[in-house]
């Protein structure tokens, strides 16, 4: 158990539609990551926050949003969702250190999202 | 273009053997470099990096690699393969601050 937790394990949902994901980071940890990994697109690094402020932004789609809340947990929201969306997307966390993306990231178990 | 491949989509090995698992990287620099494990249903687990100094990196579960330059490669190594390391590997590059590139990852099996 990495300390990390999201929530829900499993969504299922239609094309077109609004979904959030939720992420808590390990505790302390000030950093978080958001991946997706999908069978045709591989794993691919999607945006950091760090202590509330976006870090890092990697190959995230415009419909796609993020924010980490003064409590330090964070939520991916996917929006006009298409049958392509559909995939494992994974929270991770690091401690403080300035967010850098070089320090150990924690991961939780994923969200598998399908999309129908 | 960046990028990072893994030639290898799926390896065998029996246990107790050694075992290598290559990766390459496109980038004109020294990139930051990762190795990765994620077993079955879970999320990823950062088995060692690479930033600069020694070439030879240790990692957890007796795991190393080594970068080398020359070759644009950073090949992940164990002498002595356990039942438990079958899961998928995968090898991440850095090459700058906001842009982190997965390799298509390595499957790797375990023959008891």
């Known amino acids: 158990d990495s300390g990390v937790t999201q929530t829900p394990k499993h969504l299922i949902t239609a094309t077109g539609q609004r979904v959030t994901l939720r992420c808590s980071p390990r505790?302390?940890?000030?950093?978080v990551y958001w991946y997706q990994q999908s069978l045709d697109q591989g794993l691919q690094f999607l945006i950091q926050?760090?202590?509330?402020?976006?870090?890092a932004k990697g190959n995230i789609l415009e419909r796609f949003s993020a924010q980490q809340f003064p409590d330090l947990h964070s939520e991916l929201n996917l929006s006009s969702l298409e049958l392509g969306d559909s995939a494992l997307y994974f929270c991770?966390?690091?401690?403080?250190?300035?967010?850098?993306?070089?320090?150990?990231?924690?991961f939780g178990p994923g969200t598998r999202l399908l999309v129908l | 273009a960046q990028s990072v491949t893994q030639p290898d989509i799926h390896i065998t090995v029996s246990e107790g053997a050694s075992l290598e698992l290559r990766c390459n990287y496109s980038y004109g620099a020294t990139p930051y470099l990762f190795w990765y494990v994620q077993s079955p249903g879970q999320g990823l687990q950062l088995l060692l990096k690479y930033f600069s100094g020694d070439t030879l990196v240790q990692g957890i579960k007796g795991f190393e690699a080594e970068f080398k330059r020359s070759q644009s490669s950073f090949n992940l190594r164990k002498p002595s393969v356990h039942w438990s390391d079958a899961a998928e590997y995968f090898c991440a590059v850095k090459t700058s601050y906001d842009k982190v590139i997965f390799g298509p990852g390595t499957s790797l099996s375990v023959i008891p």
């Open positions: 926050y760090y202590n509330g402020e976006e870090r």
């Open positions: 505790s302390g940890d000030l950093s």
């Open positions: 991770a966390s690091s401690v403080d250190g300035g967010g850098r993306f070089e320090e150990t990231q924690y």
